[in-house]
């Protein structure tokens, strides 16, 4: 594999949105209640410019970095990629890398360490004293992780994991957020932790590299530390806590250190969702008692907006969730043509192409998608042919109108694994993370004769000779038609 | 000097009148402090002289309630475990 070059922080990044017009910077003051969050939001609406806001009312010295990833302009920045790359490509890089050697991290010394350059203990400690901002109005809280990694490790196993949990500041030494029970941290309270009433320590880091921030979003078996360094070509730096064992990216512009607290719960919620919704309930959730608080000289705070299309959690989910299917399914052996969830489903569809080489291969597809550690984060699987393009959503809803047949095409899975945040879900199902998903299958029937009972796609590139074709592409113009040929 | 609350409640009838309620209640005052939260022993009323302070209302996905209520904060209960703080 050749060098990599993908910026190593986030002021790399940042510099690289910039010189690129993927990013603006915001000299006026911004106010981090409710403004920067409007800001953010209608940038993801509109998919403009990630807005860096060097200017925040009440924290001088304070910056933020909005919508650092909700495009895939960015996202090609971020792997270090010619922006103008196509999702595909993306794509293609992505596997490339995260099928290579992994890169395990290195332990830095604290002197050099940049998000050591302040350290808050004691009574110093208050949340406060950082920029969180209200991201919606409305919200149950002022959010500190929108855009971050939560670190923990398991005391037996040894695993470490990177998690973007969110997180919302309920006092200046207090934080709750929604941790799920399938979630690897969920299982890692439920399997030690919580039976032992012991606290899990934790250490939150904002401000992560892109690539960093790619990893802890990312739902791969491999640890987050060696995915974050596969994708960057470099291990990453890290350094460890000032109140536990935890090792950090030393990189990172905050990092907030403290313990799970086994048996106190505080209010968590409401909060706008990647759904585009607010849907869970407000709810007694997982508590995390800060204990100190380190960051940079200058510290940039990072921002994801949540709520309808796109922002950075429904397009990097996506992206990884679809890619790392398509992983599983080929390590498998099915004849997988690729997979791609667009972001505009919120992640909750999955498009499946496929070589339907024998008769239940959709089931099969569907079986292992809703069966994996991928599957309670959406809940369509919709299989269609090779022929049909996966990423161009017109002959996708096409083959899916026309080739899924009502009877025997669709089939609900139920009493599956939910999420809380689901807006279909009822109340109930909801509170108990308890899903239902559904496979539409849109391939031609194997045991239909291919000559006389599959039918014809009727399109221009299909039905006529090529010379024709060619004929009537090279006279386009002349006919009178303006517009490219092709 | 007055202060600004907030609650979330599911259902307006949980903050009864002419009793002691115990309110997760957040700060609405200006300032580094603004939205963090206390548990406290509190009265309230639909009556908004009733009370020094002003009390705004959420529902349960954040829709603020026209209804508006004075509040006295009688004291602050701290729910978190000694061994924590």
Known sequence: MGKISAPRNNREFVEACVKSGDAVRIKQEVDWDNEAGAIVRRV?????????MENIKDYPGFSYFGAPLSTYRRMAIALGMDPASTLPQIGAEYLKRTNSEPIAPVVIDKRDAPCKENILLGDDVDLCKLPVPLVHDGDGGRYVGTWHGVITKHPVRGDVNWGMYRQMMWDGRTMSGAVFPFSDLGKTLTDYYLPRGEGCPFATAIGLSPLAAMAACAPSPIPEPELCGMLSGEAVRLVK???????????????IEGMILPDYKVEEGPFGEYTGYRTSPRDFRVTFRVDAITY????????SNMGVPQDEGQLLRSFSLGLELEKLLKSQGIPVTGVYMHPRSTHHMMIVGVKPTYAGIAMQIAQLAFGSKLGPWFHMVM?????????????????????CNPERGIHVFKNTTGTALYPHATPH??????????????????????????????SFKNVYPKDIQEKVLNSWADYGFRGAKK | ?????????????????????????RTLNDGLHKYTYQRAKVEVSSKLDQFADSLQVRLGRGQLSDRKFSIRVIERVERLPAQYR
């Open chain 1, 296 to 303: 940079r000289n200058n510290a940039t705070m990072t921002i």
């Open chain 1, 429 to 458: 199902d909801r509170k108990y993370s308890i899903g239902s998903q559904v496979l539409f299958d849109c391939l031609w029937p194997v045991d239909w004769d291919k000559t006389n009972d599959v039918p014809t796609i009727v």
């Open chain 1, 44 to 52: 993801c609406e509109l998919g403009e410019a990630a807005p860096f």
């Open chain 1, 241 to 255: 806590c000032e109140t536990n064992d935890l090792e950090v990216p030393a990189d990172a512009e905050i990092i």
């Open chain 2, 1 to 25: 000097m007055a202060n600004k609350w907030e609650v979330f409640v599911m259902d307006l009838a949980e903050l009864a009148e002419g009793k002691e309620l115990e309110l997760t209640i």
């Open chain 1, 383 to 403: 299989v269609v042919d090779d022929q049909t393009d996966i990423f161009n959503w017109d002959e996708v809803y096409h083959a899916f109108c026309t080739r």
